[in-house]
């Protein structure tokens, strides 16, 4: 582990329970917490008042150790699968490394996440494209890495591509099917089903059609078939009947184009817990039953077994992460008691797109108070603007008090904005009661320096 850029910290010693055994049902704060003196929570032997203090609020904590033992645990659930790490989740330089060591590859959308992973140096051929929109950019900056996968998501794609591809060697690539299988834990969150942007259609022949046109180009490898169902989706059956309608449609183009296509890419979507007892299959479960379907269909089919792709975003990166808000005001209004914090959905747009719930802790204070319903919002100016609506929370909440947000490592600071101008946070890695910062604070000064027209 890297980490002689750190910062050394109070080491807070293992309490004999960790903070997700207390709690009922699969917990949402990484395996590793502890509770800490004082009414505190330490994140990989960090107290998290420590960190609030120390880099100031509004801020991301990731636990790398719990990062890492995710990905650990994917590789474990499907070892003979590739398994991909959705970067749009969450990525930093040190997020590329990690998931380097750790073995994985990259799922990447846009020329930017691809720079970012080159400037690190990962391997460019376990880098897998995807895009329903792919920017001239984008495939130009693919082609130039030598990215391993482009997944082909329209027919407007193929020729397009194929022009572009230069070497003596084919671009590899996978054509996204549309299953049309209905899956997610939000209508804006399921890409599975029929009459949405993803893919193309499997009921209506447009994923047959487009395999026959990405075989009449010489300049392109199809290597096999992609889906992606949708996210936070918490049954593996779902995964099992996409493995049945793909492994029918290889049986099929073998049949038609005499092909035997050796891969199979799922996608990602794996569900994790946002409040105690959420459904969280474990990557094992999700992973046995996937071989499991596997096995038995290209039985039925007669089919050799396609290695298997697995692309967990969320799943890795969510359970890791921890924000930390201090309240700035407390008020009541319309018999609801309102908590406001530093920040809000300029780095937490999920409630507000999703109807997201969160699990709020006031740590570094301890009260005999009791507990009471506090709607947690943040300081933008919309009504809209809520954290967590009706959370429990201490009675004697008041200014200056920090709260944590367990689950906050995926999709919070990757679709952060720069609304109100109030700066996206800085997200902070610890490990071995060690802190580093990854991203700094973006300042006023970012801003200014953009604006450039007078
Ligand atoms: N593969 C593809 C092709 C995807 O489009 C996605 C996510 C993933 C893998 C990873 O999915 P995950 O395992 O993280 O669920 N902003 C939303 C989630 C959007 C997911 C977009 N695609 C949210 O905050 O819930």
Redesign the pocket.
């Known amino acids: 582990m890297t980490m002689n850029r750190g910062v050394r910290m109070t080491v807070v010693p293992t309490l004999p329970t960790s903070l997700p055994e207390q709690l009922a049902g699969p917990s949402v704060w990484p395996a590793g917490a502890v509770l800490a003196p004082g009414g505190d929570v330490a994140v990989g032997g960090v107290p998290l008042l420590e960190l609030a203090e120390r880099y100031g609020t509004p801020v991301y904590v990731l636990d790398e150790a719990e990062v890492r033992a995710r990905a650990r645990a994917w590789r474990r659930a499907l070892p003979d699968a590739d398994v991909v790490y959705?970067a749009?989740?969450f990525l930093s330089r040190a997020v590329v490394d990690w998931m380097e060591q750790e073995g994985l590859g990259l799922?990447v959308?846009s020329a930017g996440e691809l720079e970012l992973a080159a400037s690190r140096g990962f391997p460019a051929e376990r880098i897998v494209l995807?895009g329903n929109a792919k920017s001239p950019q984008d495939l130009r900056t693919a082609l130039r890495l030598g990215v391993g996968r482009i997944?082909i998501d329209s027919e407007g794609e193929i020729a397009r591509l194929a022009a572009q591809v230069q070497g003596p060697e084919p671009q590899q690539v996978m054509v996204?099917v549309l299953p049309g299988i209905e899956a997610g834990?939000?209508r804006?969150?399921r890409?599975g089903g029929e009459g949405q942007k993803?893919g193309l259609s499997l009921a209506n022949g447009d994923a047959e059609e487009a395999v026959a046109r990405v075989l009449g180009q010489p300049g392109l490898e199809l290597v096999g078939l992609?889906c992606?169902l949708?996210?936070?989706?918490a049954s593996p059956e779902p995964y099992a009947r996409a493995v049945r309608r793909l492994v029918a449609l290889l049986a099929r183009l073998r049949d038609r184009h005499g092909i035997t296509l050796p891969e199979l890419d799922l996608?990602?979507?794996?569900a994790v817990a946002y409040l105690p007892g959420d459904p969280a299959p474990a990557p094992a479960a999700y992973g046995r039953r996937i071989q499991d379907e596997l096995i038995r269909s290209c039985a039925e089919s007669d089919y050799p077994a396609p290695r298997l792709t697995v692309?967990?975003?969320?799943?890795i990166?969510a359970p890791a992460g921890v924000a930390l808000y201090r309240v700035l005001a407390v008020k009541r209004s319309g018999g609801r008691v309102f908590a406001a914090v530093d920040g809000g959905m300029s780095d937490n747009p999920?409630p507000a797109?999703?109807g997201?719930r969160y699990t709020v802790r006031r740590v570094g204070r301890v009260s005999a108070a009791p507990m009471r319903a506090t709607t947690v919002v943040g300081r933008h100016c919309e009504a809209g603007d809520v954290l967590a609506e009706s959370v429990e929370l201490p009675e004697d909440l008041r200014p200056g008090d920090v709260l944590a947000v367990p689950g906050a490592g995926?999709?919070h600071v990757s679709?952060a904005s720069g609304y109100n101008m109030t700066g996206r946070p800085p997200v902070v890695a610890v490990a071995e009661g060690r802190s580093r910062v990854l991203l700094r604070r973006e300042t006023f000064e970012d801003h200014r320096s953009r604006d450039i027209g007078l």
Request: contains cysteine; hydrophobic residues 30%; charged residues 20%.
């Open positions: 959705a749009k989740a799922d959308c995807h997944v996204r834990g939000h804006k969150i890409t993803f992609h992606h949708g996210s936070q989706i996608g990602g979507g794996f692309e967990p975003g969320r799943s990166m999920r797109l999703y997201a995926a999709y679709m």
